[in-house]
T-cell receptor, first 114, second 114 residues
Framework: AQTVTQSQPEMSVQEAETVTLSCTYD???????LFWYKQPPSRQMILVIR??????QNATENRFSVNFQKAAKSFSLKISDSQLGDTAMYFC???????????FGTGTRLQVFP | NAGVMQNPRHLVRRRGQEARLRCSPM?????VYWYRQLPEEGLKFMVY????????ESGMPKERFSAEFPKEGPSILRIQQVVRGDSAAYFC????????????FGSGTRLTVV
């Protein structure tokens, strides 16, 4: 069975600084997707970034980028130039390609301070 | 194009009552997923449906929980004889037939059992 581990329950960062959120996963699959979702206090689940396992190039979306280390089964999220609106829970998630089922980690609560 | 619509946003039920949670997928999306989020935890998969078919219900509790996605109308998650432990946020997500970019989540229904 696949598992996703987020070892940082809480993180904080000052506005305009850079922060990295960690995620590791365990799977024997070779064809899968990895995601980072943001959940602000409004509770809405917002897709931040997506990575396909067969792509070696790390995904990037504006200020958000990932460091995908397939051999190490690591998928960290880097947020550059942090903004107050980045304050939220961040969830790492795994999807085996054929199942359409997301497996989530327990989340990291990120607080951005002015 | 409206997003995934869930209602009600908040639902309070007394122990033993029935809870009905509704989800209207995005226009053009034929796949619906239900997830449950307990306090301070990540989302856990419950069920995956297509129109008139349950594709994967491996995350559904064996008793009291049922889900449907009829040919017409929203998907319904039904919880019979609710207990305190059912208190959680229930999220619906939808995707098109050929899922490539990840789901779109609704804002969730927070169920409180008193």
């Amino acid at each position: 069975a696949q598992t996703v581990t987020q070892s940082q329950p809480e993180m904080s960062v000052q506005e305009a600084e850079t922060v990295t959120l960690s995620c590791t996963y365990d799977t024997s699959e070779s064809n899968y997707y990895l995601f980072w979702y943001k959940q602000p206090p409004s509770r809405q689940m917002i897709l931040v970034i997506r990575q396909e396992a067969y792509k070696q190039q790390n995904a990037t979306e504006n200020r958000f980028s990932v460091n995908f280390q397939k051999a190490a089964k690591s998928f960290s999220l880097k947020i550059s130039d942090s903004q107050l609106g980045d304050t939220a829970m961040y969830f790492c998630a795994f999807m085996k390609r054929s199942t359409d089922k997301l497996i989530f980690g327990t989340g990291t609560r990120l607080q951005v301070f002015p | 194009n409206a997003g995934v619509m869930q209602n009600p946003r908040h639902l309070v039920r007394r122990r033993g009552q029935e809870a009905r949670l509704r989800c209207s997928p995005m226009k053009g999306h034929s796949h619906v997923y239900w997830y449950r989020q307990l306090p301070e935890e990540g989302l856990k998969f419950m069920v995956y449906l297509q129109k008139e078919n349950i594709i994967d219900e491996s995350g559904m509790p064996k008793e009291r929980f049922s889900a449907e996605f009829p040919k017409e109308g929203p998907s319904i998650l039904r919880i019979q004889q609710v207990v305190r432990g059912d208190s959680a946020a229930y999220f619906c997500a939808s995707s098109p037939a050929e899922e490539t970019d990840g789901y779109t989540f609704g804002s969730g229904t927070r169920l409180t059992v008193v």
